[in-house]
């Protein structure tokens, strides 16, 4: 190591304080919000009993008993059951008596379409009656769960009186028969969802499905029929509007785009069903603008559904405006039962604001700031809490007892047929999105413990257990991820792409394993049957192919390389980060014939450094190394004798004036290319950098792994490895995402050593905040080797600022570890 290198590197290290064990990734203590969070699953039991009035009610009652049934076949993988379900078509109330009659049916042949969350609350009462023998257990339990229970045993009963005539051969699911007794056009027109009995909850959840698919074969028919779905669901919505919504005049609409909401006055005059037929119309609204960016590949199809998008806000903004104003009233102490407000109604609400502020948190602040000037929230913790309080969920709690645990299965909020979706964000939040980008407040005990509740519901649930997967994922249980996986296999042929999911990351265990044979495999039967990206799919089965060092795959692997580029796409009429990764690197190989640690590489894409364990890393570092000490060799000897010299502060960063005159690192960069020149390696720069940055990326990971003693030699390998591709980084031609994520890397372990001021003002730099393009980060080479990673890069270093922001926060506050919620089931007891 030069003697400059060695000086630079002790002097990093004496100028802060490391924490002798590493912060863990599995507790951290919730956010301090902003605004306080409202419970409105506190509302839903006061109209619990409430009498239907209107044959539309007693219509949607109905026809959410049997899409809630159906919603838990499909998250149980019982896919082929929920859609034949759907398929049959509404059970049509016609009149008092007749849809009497036919609740009574619907209530027997769906003795089962209470929710799964009922029929564990049952077996809970029972295991408690069993442990405490009896009598005194019912009346410690709250009245609302008691009349649940009570009530469940009422429909029992008349199921098991409806049912004793029945056939043996109509399933649970028998609204078919009723529906074709009820419909004057007959079965057989049921059959075709355009010309039988329309129902709004029944067109929205065919159409969420046939969404889903679209998503999971990314077939352009596929997306279509989706919007198609969409557009019927929101056409059947429509009709049960209230009419004054429909027909706002100019002045009104205008008002009401750039205020942000229609009123929560709006709304008081709605009886039930017109509520639902609000939220469904501003759902189906969303999804169906997210269908249309992805199949029209077109920035204007973007600026218009933004305009969609902003529509539909505002009747999610007035209908989250009304329930404020009833749980007012509610606190107030004045009677909520004219409101008319369900479990349904609370679950699509709040599932619907609380994405709006999480989703708009992740933009650049220029644009966040632009949304929030015409309505848009932007609260990510106060979007998290929002869901957390849906569900009574509390981060900080202690584990259930078993009666607390009852009582939560019997909640009548857990019926909503929005509720398993509420739970899903926040544990997708913390295992996907969090192992992308580095967030605050990642909490990994808090996402299993809501998992492992909807594993207990759906046990067989291919939704639920990926999430399980991916939680042992990204805790470094490498091989408990590959069982849960395979276990998750979906059977249902017509969901058999769902496996894909599964086989991408078991694929990517498998290379952060070092395991190049059953990389190789997975890659292949991804290119093979999935349509997801044929550019990434060829580009990895080229790469797990490259690293096997079959002699005999040489010729397949450069025919790969060569449709790479062929195969890339656009969404929204961008072209997709990775995919101009792999194409990039494609032409690398074609040109040269070779690619340096293409594995690890492509890993960075997907940040799996971050859940590699100890042991996997340091076979990663020694392989990594190899290859340095490989290129170090290389390296011309006159450039070896300048590594004496040291990189001044002014050297490590990269700018470029409007005049384009260079300044930093390019004041000596005619000397370092007159000496630089390696035969028959063009990239050799590139190469040497990427080396060094890998370097430095593992031994950073080894030295702060978490719950770790922190490892002061890893640290000075990181620093001295990011200190290299500083001083080379005039040499790269095209990857220049290394020196980018160097300086994203040294600024992170700033702040381990408590160095905020220091690590701020790198971030910004990266930012690039004089660069005149809005997005983007300050060109290399003036212009030249654009960045295939900046918007990566951008999203990791926007959330680095709000780590230092947090961090000073937590110093000032000792009260940030606040509950997140209040008026739970454990605080109402207190």
């Known amino acids: 190591m030069p003697p400059s290198v060695t000086a630079e590197k002790d002097e990093e290290l004496r100028r802060g304080d490391f924490p002798a064990y590493n912060a863990s990734r599995r507790r951290q203590p919730p956010p301090k919000l902003k605004k306080p969070v409202p419970h409105y699953r506190h509302l839903v039991r006061w109209n619990k009993n409430h009498v239907p009035e209107s044959i539309e009610e007693r219509q949607m009652n109905q026809d959410l008993n049997i899409l809630r049934h159906a919603l838990d076949l499909f998250l149980n993988s019982r896919m082929a059951e929920s859609e034949e379900i759907l398929a049959r078509g509404p059970v049509l109330v016609n009149g008092k008596d007749d849809g009497e009659k036919q609740g009574h049916a619907a209530q027997g042949s769906t003795s089962s379409t209470s929710s799964a969350a009922s029929q564990k609350a049952k077996e809970a009462l029972a295991r408690l009656r069993e442990q405490k023998e009896g009598s005194s257990d019912l009346q410690q339990l709250p009245n609302d769960f008691k009349e649940s229970l009570t009530l469940d045993k009422t429909k029992e ?15 649970p699911s028998a609204p078919s028969s009723a529906s074709s007794a009820s419909s004057s056009k007959g079965s057989s027109s049921n059959k075709k969802d355009d010309k039988g009995p329309s129902s709004m909850y029944y067109d929205l959840g065919k159409a969420i499905i046939q969404g889903l698919r679209a998503l999971v074969t990314f077939d352009p028919e596929q997306i279509e029929l989706g919007m198609k779905a969409f557009e019927r669901a929101i056409k059947t919505a429509d009709k049960q509007r209230k009419g004054t919504m429909i027909g706002l005049g100019s002045v009104k609409a205008v008002g009401s785009f750039v205020v942000g909401t229609i009123g929560a006055g709006s709304f008081r005059g709605m009886n039930r069903v017109q509520k639902h037929a609000e939220l469904i119309y501003a759902e189906a609204t969303i999804l169906r603008s997210l269908l249309s960016v992805l199949y029209h590949l077109d920035v204007w199809m973007v600026i218009e559904e933004c305009i969609n998008l902003r529509h539909a806000f505002t009747i999610i903004q007035g209908l989250k405006s009304f329930m404020d104003s009833v749980e007012s009233e ?26 709006y502020n999480i989703i708009i948190s992740f933009m650049p602040d220029i644009i966040v700031k632009m949304l929030q000037f015409i309505g848009f929230p932007s609260d990510r913790d106060w979007g998290m809490a929002m869901l957390a309080a849906c569900g009574d969920w509390d981060p900080m709690a202690s584990p259930e007892t078993p009666q607390e645990h009852a009582e939560r299965l019997a909640s009548s909020a857990n019926d909503g047929v929005r509720r398993q979706f509420c739970d899903m964000v926040p544990v997708i939040f913390q295992v996907i999105v969090g192992s992308f980008i580095p967030l605050n407040h990642v909490d990994l005990n808090y996402a299993q413990m809501i998992n492992d509740y909807n594993l207990e519901l759906y046990p067989d649930s291919p939704f639920f257990l990926f999430l399980k997967g991916r939680h042992l994922q990204v805790t470094s249980k490498l091989d408990e991820a590959i069982t849960t996986y395979n276990s998750a296999e979906v059977h249902e042929p017509s969901w058999l792409q769902l496996n894909h999911i599964f086989v991408f990351e078991s694929m990517m265990i498998a290379m952060m394993k070092g395991d190049h044979d059953s990389a190789c495999e997975k890659s292949r039967q991804l290119l093979k049957e999935s349509r997801w990206s044929k550019c990434a799919f060829r580009y990895l089965v080229a790469i797990t192919g490259y690293e096997r060092g079959d002699s005999s795959e040489k010729k397949k692997i450069g025919t790969l390389m060569g449709k790479v580029e062929d195969g890339m796409q656009k969404v929204a009429g961008m072209n997709l980060f990775f995919e101009t990764f792999c194409a990039r690197k494609s032409k690398r190989y074609l040109k040269e014939g070779r690619l340096l640690l293409p594995n690890y590489d492509f890993m960075l894409l997907w940040n799996t450094f971050d859940m590699m364990p100890p042991k996997v890393l340091l076979m990663a570092l020694d392989n990594i190394s190899a290859e340095v000490r490989r290129l170090q060799e290389l ?25 384009g005159v260079l300044s930093g690192l390019w004041s000596s960069k005619n000397p370092l290319q007159k000496d630089s020149k390696v035969a028959d390696y063009e990239n050799f720069y590139d190469d040497y950098c990427l080396a060094f940055f890998l370097q430095g990326l593992v031994a950073y990971h080894i030295a702060f792994f978490p719950e770790d003693a922190f490892n002061s030699k890893m640290c000075e390998l990181a620093l001295e490895s990011f200190q290299t591709v500083f001083r080379y980084a005039p040499l790269i031609n095209d990857d220049t995402y290394t020196y980018y994520f160097s300086h994203y890397y040294k600024a992170k372990i700033w702040i381990h050593q408590g160095r905020l001021d220091e690590a701020q003002a790198r971030f910004k730099y990266l930012l690039g905040l004089t660069n005149t393009n809005l997005m983007g980060l300050p060109a290399l080479v003036g212009g030249k080797g654009k960045n295939s990673l900046e918007l990566f890069v951008l999203m990791r270093v926007h959330s680095g600022l709000i780590e230092i922001e947090t961090t000073r926060a937590a110093a000032g506050d000792s009260d940030s570890a606040q509950s997140i919620r209040s008026g739970s089931i454990r605080s109402a007891k207190n």
């Open 330 to 355: 509610l606190r107030a102490g004045k009677s909520i039962d004219h409101h008319q407000i369900d479990e349904h109604l609370v679950s699509g609400v709040t599932l619907s604001y609380s994405l």
């Open 635 to 659: 390296l011309p000897r006159k450039l070896l004798e300048r590594e004496n010299e040291p990189l001044a502060a002014k050297d490590q960063t990269i700018e470029a004036s409007t005049g």
């Open 157 to 171: 009963d008349a199921a098991s009186t409806t049912s004793s005539g029945r056939s043996q051969k109509e399933g």
